[in-house]
């Protein structure tokens, strides 16, 4: 007899207890057969008994982990969105030139929006199925967070002072950039074509502000138009 996904999984679990791995084990068999099948076929292309199948357990185990189809849909959006989140992360580490490292995590973006499964499941799929307050919720913690940081650096590198409204107001414009870029992208039938126009548009606005940052130019003062 063979093992289900769900037990080859389990036996590779240390530090637990047989059940606990199992029921660990289940859950993540379920979550990586229905990040595939929701990539290939989309959300509503994809039935839980094609789900069950694939990770060879009963409906009643997805069940005992799930309430459903968009609960399961759920949890593999937060698994690919956090991965891509994750990758943009790494490519702004470091202490380099911050104009540098924000094109770095410009570049790794734009390559996690090409991914099938973040294409499909995070950018497509996303809003509909999860309704699209709850996904740009999803989103503001995870692609906002890294514009925020991209924002601060460059902010910083241009000695500008800015209060933390100002700076959110900044991080909002380039974010609303950002996820209409990655929308662009991910849609496009030619995604690589479509991300190099996205790379230099983004980069000619950056160029611009750090040409004014190296000219010495200062921000004007909002306080003198109110």
């Known amino acids: 007899m ?3 996904a769900a037990g080859r999984l389990a036996a590779k679990v240390p530090g637990t207890g047989r059940r606990a791995q199992y029921s660990a084990s289940t ?3 379920l979550v990586d ?4 099948l929701f990539t290939e076929h989309g ?3 994809t039935s839980l008994d094609a789900i069950v199948a694939g990770a060879e ?9 799930f309430s459903g189809k968009q609960a399961l849909f759920e ?3 937060e698994k690919v969105e956090g991965a891509g989140s994750q990758q943009t992360q790494e490519a702004l580490r470091g202490d380099g030139d911050p104009w540098e490292r924000a094109m770095a995590g410009l570049r790794a973006f734009l390559a996690v929006v090409r991914q099938p499964s973040y ?13 699209h307050e709850r996904w740009r919720e999803h989103e503001e913690r995870s692609t906002f967070s890294n514009v925020v940081e991209i924002v601060r650096a460059v ?19 380039f974010f609303g950039a950002m996820s209409s870029a990655g929308t662009s992208v991910s849609t496009s039938t030619d995604a690589d074509t479509e991300a190099e126009r996205v790379e230099l548009a983004i980069g000619f606005i950056l160029s611009g502000l750090r040409t004014l940052s190296e000219q010495g130019a200062e921000l004007p003062d909002l306080t003198a138009t109110s």
Do not use: C, N
């Open 119 to 131: 294409s499909r499941i995070v950018v497509q799929d996303g809003p509909s199925v999860l309704g």
């Open 43 to 45: 959300y509503a292309g």
């Open 155 to 173: 902010l910083a590198a241009g000695a500008w002072q800015v209060d933390e409204e100002m700076e959110q107001t900044f991080a909002r414009i």
């Open 2 to 4: 063979t093992k289900s």
């Open 57 to 65: 357990v009963t409906k009643g185990a997805l069940y005992h982990h």
């Open 33 to 36: 057969v229905a990040e595939q």
């Open 75 to 77: 949890a593999v959006f």
């Open 27 to 29: 859950r993540r068999a």
